[in-house]
């Protein structure tokens, strides 16, 4: 989000605060470590309703000498990613595997799918974190 604030892209940055309040409204109740930061990302844009909710998170003096939050990309990683078989274009299953998972751990966990198709197998593409196509003869 801070690429995008500086680089001017407005749109961008309000879409991925939408993405997090949309994440936070699920929680039956927002912890302080998430509302605060929330708050910072909001005050560019809409600066008069962020210094409001700021003083009623409890805080005396103006956001506006507070930095901006700094991202933790561990807590954003995703730990397993799912992705699609395609077998001769039809999609046909889905496997779960590491989200870093090279190709060869890939196949492996496609040949132990009980939907994998056992029949002569003309290629196979495996592109890691999005998705796999299994063509047969």
């Known amino acids: 989000m801070r690429d ?3 680089a ?3 749109n961008t940055a309000i879409a991925r605060i939408i993405e997090l309040t949309a994440r ?3 929680l039956s109740q927002v912890p302080r470590d998430l509302a605060e930061p929330l708050v910072l990302m909001v005050a560019p844009l809409a600066p008069h309703v962020a210094e409001e909710l700021w003083q009623r998170l409890g805080h005396p003096a ?7 939050p700094q991202a933790d990309p561990s807590l954003a990683a995703e730990e397993n990613v799912t992705l699609p078989v ?3 274009g039809k999609l046909r299953f889905t496997i779960e595997v590491p989200a870093g998972a090279a190709r060869p751990d890939i196949a492996e966990a496609l040949a132990r799918h009980p ?3 056992r029949q002569d ?3 196979l593409i495996i592109v890691p974190g999005k ?3 299994v063509v047969l003869r």
């Open 4 to 6: 995008d604030f500086a």
């Open 8 to 10: 001017l892209r407005f």
């Open 24 to 26: 936070a409204a699920k």
């Open 62 to 68: 103006s956001l506006a000498y507070e930095p901006f």
């Open 86 to 88: 395609q077998v001769n």
């Open 115 to 117: 939907d994998y198709p």
């Open 121 to 123: 197998i003309a290629r």
């Open 131 to 133: 998705i796999i196509n």
